[in-house]
């Protein structure tokens, strides 16, 4: 069954950009659309994008101008980069398969714990 | 934007209760909506997509009901491993909103 495993810098300064890797196991990233979610102190969940394997992107508008999503096929993982963190940034960061065309998550990954603070 | 309000926030409850909780979409989402169970410390997982499709392995005491832009998910029965958080999502617009959560805590 497919697994998901983010990585990447559990602290990130002010103004920096944070970088993240989703590590797909079990499955190919082929012929699938995958994604990320935040969720911020206070347990709100807020999606940040997803994109195809051929790399068509789909970004939250309100994140848009700060998102990068990527995909690297041949390691089987794609990847978040967000720029111009803030405080507000802080939050567990998911990676998670998304399944068309009702587009739920399914599924996530373990998340990981992203803090922005000089 | 299109909003999603759970209703209640969270509730007591005791094993074996029926649970249901609400969600209201704030415009027209036809059938994109989810549903997922939160246990602390853990990722949410999906239980109900398309308003009312069990995901596989998700006990059938578990179902959702409801077109934009009221709906539910049930619980018929619930388990102790059911104590947890219950997120909506709308898969409908570019902003995939979620509900703010219902906690469903031991009575």
């Known amino acids: 069954q497919v697994e998901l495993q983010e990585s990447g810098p559990g602290l990130v300064k002010p103004s920096e950009t944070l970088s993240l890797t989703c590590t797909v196991s079990?499955?190919?990233?082929?012929?699938?659309?995958w994604g990320w979610i935040r969720q911020l102190p206070g347990d709100g969940l807020e999606y940040i994008g997803y994109?195809?394997?051929?790399?068509?992107?789909y970004y939250n508008p309100s994140l848009r101008s700060r998102v990068t999503m990527s995909v690297e096929t041949s390691k089987n993982q794609f990847s978040l980069r967000l720029s111009s963190v803030t405080a507000a940034d802080t939050a567990v960061y998911y990676c998670?398969?998304?399944?068309?065309?009702?587009?739920?998550?399914?599924?996530w990954g373990h998340g990981t714990l992203v803090t922005v603070s000089s | 934007d299109i909003q999603m309000t759970q209703s209640p926030s969270s509730l007591s409850a005791s094993v074996g209760d029926r649970v249901t909780i609400t969600c209201r979409a704030s415009?027209?989402?036809?059938?994109?909506l989810n549903w997922y169970q939160q246990k602390p410390g853990k990722a949410p997982k999906l239980l109900i997509y398309?308003?009312?499709t069990l995901q596989s392995g998700v006990p059938s005491r578990f179902s959702g009901s409801g077109s934009g832009p009221d709906f539910t998910l049930t619980i018929s029965s619930l388990q102790p491993e059911d104590f947890a958080t219950y997120y909506c999502?709308?898969?409908?617009?570019?902003?995939?909103?979620f509900g703010q959560g219902t906690k469903v805590e031991m009575k």
């Open positions: 998670a398969r998304v399944i068309p065309p009702a587009m739920p998550f399914d599924p």
């Open positions: 079990g499955g190919s990233l082929s012929s699938y659309y």
């Open positions: 994109m195809y394997d051929s790399g068509s992107v």
């Open positions: 415009q027209t989402i036809s059938y994109y």
């Open positions: 398309a308003a009312s």
């Open positions: 999502q709308e898969s409908y617009s570019s902003l995939w909103t």
